[in-house]
């Protein structure tokens, strides 16, 4: 039996270490993040985890699922609280992206340079850097667009230092309304 080839074991290496990433992401954000019965799953090539200062870096490929909503990105960055509950999620990407599920079998989804979700306080997204946000044929974009998940209410707003101005497009056979 011929012994393994050099780039056979360095990717392995690697491999080995994006397994470690990943399980080491899994012990770490899932019993930090892990409330109110909702496990959070988190992906990414890199992680640099503070515990002692709540908060938690992710770099490359990052993918966080938390119940029915995912987040991806280049670069997310996890708050939680004193108690190690989740406070906020920073991300940045080309785009960073939002999608829920939700119950009545309808997505909401959004795409932007960079989006906050606050878990608490009221629990919204915040949509930045030219983003746009969509629920079926209807959609919004802005240079800032709050969305308020649990009132199913969006407002959108535009810079006055720029021409780019609100807009918002809805289906005529779409009864909901982001």
Do not use: C
Not at 24 to 35: D, E, F, I, M, R
Not at 41 to 64: C, F, M, P
């Amino acid at each position: 039996m011929t012994p393994p080839s050099k780039a056979l074991r360095a990717r392995s290496r690697r491999l080995n270490g994006h397994l470690g990433v990943s399980l080491l992401l899994v012990l770490l954000a899932g019993s930090a993040l892990a409330q109110n019965g909702e496990a959070i799953e988190l992906s990414a090539d890199t992680a640099d985890v503070r515990e002692a200062e709540g908060v938690s870096i992710y770099r490359g490929n990052v993918v966080l699922t938390r119940a029915n909503k995912q987040i991806t990105g280049s670069l997310m960055r996890v708050y939680t609280d004193e108690q190690r509950e989740l406070e906020r999620i920073e991300v940045e990407g080309t785009p960073a992206t939002f999608r829920e599920k939700r119950p009545d079998d309808t997505s909401r989804h959004a795409e932007a340079e960079r989006m906050a979700y606050f878990a608490s306080g009221p629990e919204r997204l915040v949509i930045r850097g030219g983003g746009r946000f969509w629920q079926g044929d209807t959609e919004v974009t802005g240079s800032v667009i709050t969305h308020y998940l649990a009132e199913a209410r969006t407002v959108a707003e535009s810079h006055a230092d720029d021409d780019e101005r609100v807009s918002v497009t809805v289906d005529s056979t779409d009864a909901e309304t982001p």
